[in-house]
């Protein structure tokens, strides 16, 4: 087949979606799909060495192959990972329980089962993106590298028994980018959309895509009118990436096998002269692709570091920045190690190679164990105030009733948990006891549909989150006598889509599911005797978009909406959280007060948390007979 120039271009393009999406550009929500193009992409340039190196030789060297492979990706994914434990070891990026297992998953080439199994909470989402989320991908094609040899070799020596060997090759693959397309709707069915977008057998199709392809060029040229195909396909493409949702939508329910079609035909018409050919051949395009799988594989590490909290900026300002660190580093990376031993300019004999990378391989182990800790579970603050500190009981023993401070039960997930317990260490107030019900990551609510975030990830409970009925009861009672006042913090987990009435659907769509399930935890609070407030989630900042969607200001107007209007409708009195967490609106700079876009900053705690109880005794003390 012999160089294509194009086909780099084509990687250009494909990795500048991926980048565009990544850097939040609001009008290429799609941006991912460029993974995909690269997974044909690679199925095709794969499958094609493979059969030429078969019908030229007569047979194929497995073991040169694998050289092959680990010289073009070990030195520079091994850099990258070395690279993020540094960072994290150096605390620029923030511990979280999975960010060890991620870093091995990168490692071990199978990031994509890590995050298909290892279940995040949009909470430690926040708390940390983990800078090797990206891997899943490339541990998706490593998979596939490490067993298509094999299988070709298999499917051509059952193909030489036939009269046409080639002819009888293509039909297999056509059969296998079948069966493995099939595979799509069944695993969505029986598992989750997260399982079409993350398991290795669903997202072999749009490799094996690309093989059939390499297999049927094999056979025959191209006629010259395939490059007509090359014009609507690109601009189809394109515009999925521009009009398709993020997280959501036809790429998780099947839909990414007919999308490699496209692909399937854009490479095909690359195959013969054309204008299309010709503009994706062009230098600047050619020069991106070549190093497209460096682009790609350190611009996440170095977007996830250079937040607009560290920079101090935003917008095409921030987008600038990270380009440009990006792109020195990926030349560097190119120039002085990939390019270097991919062109046998170092590590020539293949011992030494595969001696070489095994010690980096076992290097970069052991420095991912020694550089990213499992952090220890921090104890949740249970009980605050009433004269015994941040952990002590609700006053003195024998005092009596009109003595005591009314206690205060807290509900919610981790806005008002992190509220807690950064604020717990100085908190000193003897005029209120403080009963912690809330829970990082857990709204009480484990039967609720399942939710999504900004990349269709799905998001999971941890393992010891109770429903609302089991866990309020004891908490009403853990300070000795009944909680006076019960404060909801409830709303933020309800921003992300869900998947309702077998639909992913936004809060904007439907979010009575969730109003019917706050109207019942208001009434078991009352029938318990606590005076129920709530408080109406703030506005969030534009750092959410890690976990929330683009349009989180409009998702968090709607779920406010609807809080409020529960509210009026329970005669439940309510605190606005906006005023402290977000002091500027839905369209100002939220970050001022948060770490994140969502929870509060730990150093203004201690403030807000004095200004939250101010806000609810005032509301008790109004309330007629209310302990003072």
Same mark, same amino acid.
């Given at each position: 087949?012999?160089?294509?120039?194009?086909?780099?271009?084509?990687?250009? %393009?494909?990795?500048?979606?991926?980048?565009?999406?990544?850097?939040?550009?609001?009008?290429?929500?799609?941006?991912?799909?460029?993974?995909? %193009?690269?997974?044909?992409?690679?199925?095709?340039?794969?499958?094609?060495?493979?059969?030429?190196?078969?019908?030229?030789?007569?047979?194929?060297?497995?073991?040169?192959?694998?050289?092959?492979?680990?010289?073009?990706?070990?030195?520079?994914?091994?850099?990258?990972?070395?690279?993020?434990?540094?960072?994290?070891?150096?605390?620029?990026?923030?511990?979280?329980?999975?960010?060890?297992?991620?870093?091995?998953?990168?490692?071990?080439?199978?990031?994509?089962?890590?995050?298909?199994?290892?279940?995040?909470?949009?909470?430690?989402?926040?708390?940390?993106?983990?800078?090797?989320?990206?891997?899943?991908?490339?541990?998706?094609?490593?998979?596939?590298?490490?067993?298509?040899?094999?299988?070709?070799?298999?499917?051509?020596?059952?193909?030489?028994?036939?009269?046409?060997?080639?002819?009888?090759?293509?039909?297999?693959?056509?059969?296998?980018?079948?069966?493995?397309?099939?595979?799509?709707?069944?695993?969505?069915?029986?598992?989750?959309? /997260?399982?079409?977008?993350?398991?290795?057998?669903?997202?072999?199709?749009?490799?094996?895509?690309?093989?059939?392809?390499?297999?049927?060029?094999?056979?025959?040229?191209?006629?010259?009118?395939?490059?007509?195909?090359?014009?609507?396909?690109?601009?189809?493409?394109?515009?999925?990436?521009?009009?398709?949702?993020?997280?959501?939508?036809?790429?998780?329910?099947?839909?990414?096998?007919?999308?490699?079609?496209?692909?399937?035909?854009?490479?095909?018409?690359?195959?013969?002269?054309?204008?299309?050919?010709? %503009?994706?051949?062009?230098?600047?395009?050619?020069?991106?692709?070549?190093?497209?799988?460096?682009?790609?594989?350190?611009?996440?590490?170095?977007?996830?570091?250079?937040?607009?909290?560290?920079?101090?900026?935003?917008?095409?300002?921030?987008?600038?920045?990270?380009?440009?660190?990006?792109?020195?580093?990926?030349?560097?990376?190119?120039?002085?190690?990939?390019?270097?031993?991919?062109?046998?300019?170092?590590?020539?004999?293949?011992?030494?190679?595969?001696?070489?990378?095994?010690?980096?391989?076992?290097?970069?182990?052991?420095?991912?164990?020694?550089?990213?800790?499992?952090?220890?579970?921090?104890?949740?603050?249970?009980?605050?105030?009433?004269?015994?500190?941040?952990?002590?009981?609700?006053?003195?023993?024998?005092?009596?009733?009109?003595?005591?401070?009314?206690?205060?039960?807290?509900?919610?997930?981790?806005?008002?948990?992190?509220?807690?317990?950064?604020?717990?260490?100085?908190?000193?107030?003897?005029?209120?006891?403080?009963?912690?019900?809330?829970?990082?990551?857990?709204?009480?609510?484990?039967?609720?549909?399942?939710?999504?975030?900004?990349?269709?990830?799905?998001?999971?409970?941890?393992?010891?989150?109770?429903?609302?009925?089991?866990?309020?009861?004891?908490?009403?009672?853990?300070?000795?006598?009944?909680?006076?006042?019960?404060?909801?913090?409830?709303?933020?987990?309800?921003?992300?889509?869900?998947?309702?009435?077998?639909?992913?659907?936004?809060?904007?769509?439907?979010?009575?599911?969730?109003?019917? /399930?706050?109207?019942?935890?208001?009434?078991?609070?009352?029938?318990?005797?606590?005076?129920? %407030?709530?408080?109406?989630?703030?506005?969030?900042?534009?750092?959410?978009?890690?976990?929330?969607?683009? /349009?989180?200001?409009?998702?968090?107007?709607?779920?406010?909406?609807?809080?409020?209007?529960?509210?009026?409708?329970?005669?439940?009195?309510?605190?606005?959280?906006?005023?402290?967490?977000?002091?500027?609106?839905?369209?100002?700079?939220?970050?001022?007060?948060?770490?994140?876009?969502?929870?509060?900053?730990?150093?203004?705690?201690?403030?807000?948390?004095?200004?939250?109880?101010?806000?609810?005794?005032?509301?008790?003390?109004?309330?007629?007979?209310?302990?003072?």
């Amino acid at each position: 087949m012999g160089y294509q120039p194009a086909l780099d271009g084509l990687r250009a %393009v494909a990795v500048s979606a991926v980048l565009l999406f990544h850097l939040g550009v609001s009008w290429m929500p799609g941006g991912y799909l460029g993974v995909s %193009v690269f997974f044909t992409l690679s199925g095709f340039l794969i499958t094609t060495l493979l059969i030429r190196e078969r019908v030229s030789t007569g047979s194929i060297d497995t073991r040169a192959f694998y050289t092959r492979r680990l010289r073009r990706l070990m030195p520079a994914s091994l850099a990258c990972i070395a690279g993020v434990c540094v960072v994290i070891g150096i605390g620029l990026i923030a511990d979280t329980a999975s960010l060890r297992r991620e870093v091995l998953g990168a490692l071990f080439q199978v990031e994509n089962w890590v995050s298909l199994l290892g279940g995040q909470s949009y909470a430690e989402l926040f708390q940390s993106p983990s800078p090797v989320a990206h891997f899943w991908s490339l541990a998706i094609e490593e998979q596939f590298y490490w067993l298509w040899p094999p299988v070709v070799t298999g499917l051509l020596i059952w193909s030489t028994r036939g009269a046409r060997p080639l002819q009888r090759m293509t039909y297999a693959l056509v059969g296998l980018f079948v069966l493995f397309s099939l595979s799509v709707p069944i695993t969505l069915q029986l598992w989750s959309a /997260d399982a079409v977008y993350f398991a290795s057998w669903t997202r072999f199709a749009e490799i094996l895509a690309g093989g059939a392809l390499a297999a049927f060029v094999a056979l025959r040229n191209p006629p010259s009118w395939v490059r007509w195909f090359a014009p609507p396909t690109l601009v189809a493409i394109i515009w999925l990436c521009v009009v398709t949702p993020s997280g959501r939508g036809w790429a998780y329910e099947g839909g990414l096998p007919l999308f490699a079609i496209l692909s399937v035909l854009l490479i095909l018409a690359l195959q013969t002269a054309g204008p299309i050919r010709t %503009v994706l051949a062009t230098a600047p395009l050619v020069a991106i692709g070549r190093v497209s799988f460096g682009l790609y594989l350190y611009h996440w590490p170095v977007f996830v570091v250079l937040d607009r909290e560290r920079t101090g900026l935003d917008g095409w300002e921030l987008g600038t920045l990270r380009m440009a660190v990006t792109i020195a580093i990926t030349l560097v990376s190119y120039h002085l190690l990939e390019a270097p031993i991919r062109e046998r300019r170092w590590l020539l004999r293949p011992q030494r190679l595969v001696v070489a990378l095994g010690a980096a391989f076992v290097a970069v182990a052991i420095l991912t164990f020694a550089s990213v800790p499992v952090p220890a579970t921090a104890e949740r603050p249970t009980v605050l105030g009433g004269g015994a500190g941040a952990t002590g009981a609700s006053g003195p023993s024998g005092t009596t009733g009109a003595e005591r401070p009314p206690v205060l039960a807290v509900f919610g997930d981790s806005v008002p948990a992190w509220l807690l317990e950064k604020a717990a260490p100085s908190f000193t107030r003897t005029d209120v006891v403080i009963a912690n019900g809330s829970h990082e990551a857990c709204d009480a609510g484990l039967d609720f549909p399942v939710g999504y975030d900004r990349v269709g990830t799905e998001l999971r409970e941890p393992d010891d989150c109770e429903e609302w009925d089991t866990a309020y009861g004891p908490v009403l009672r853990q300070t000795g006598r009944r909680a006076d006042i019960a404060l909801l913090v409830l709303g933020a987990s309800v921003v992300t889509d869900h998947l309702v009435d077998g639909q992913r659907r936004s809060p904007c769509e439907t979010l009575d599911w969730y109003t019917r /399930d706050v109207a019942q935890r208001i009434a078991f609070l009352r029938d318990e005797g606590a005076q129920v %407030v709530m408080a109406i989630p703030s506005w969030p900042g534009e750092r959410s978009q890690f976990v929330f969607p683009s /349009d989180y200001a409009r998702r968090m107007g709607c779920v406010r909406d609807a809080l409020s209007a529960l509210a009026a409708e329970e005669a439940v009195p309510t605190i606005d959280l906006a005023p402290e967490f977000c002091p500027a609106g839905p369209t100002g700079d939220c970050e001022k007060m948060s770490q994140d876009g969502l929870h509060i900053d730990p150093d203004k705690a201690p403030a807000v948390l004095d200004w939250l109880l101010d806000q609810v005794l005032a509301t008790h003390r109004a309330r007629p007979g209310a302990t003072t």
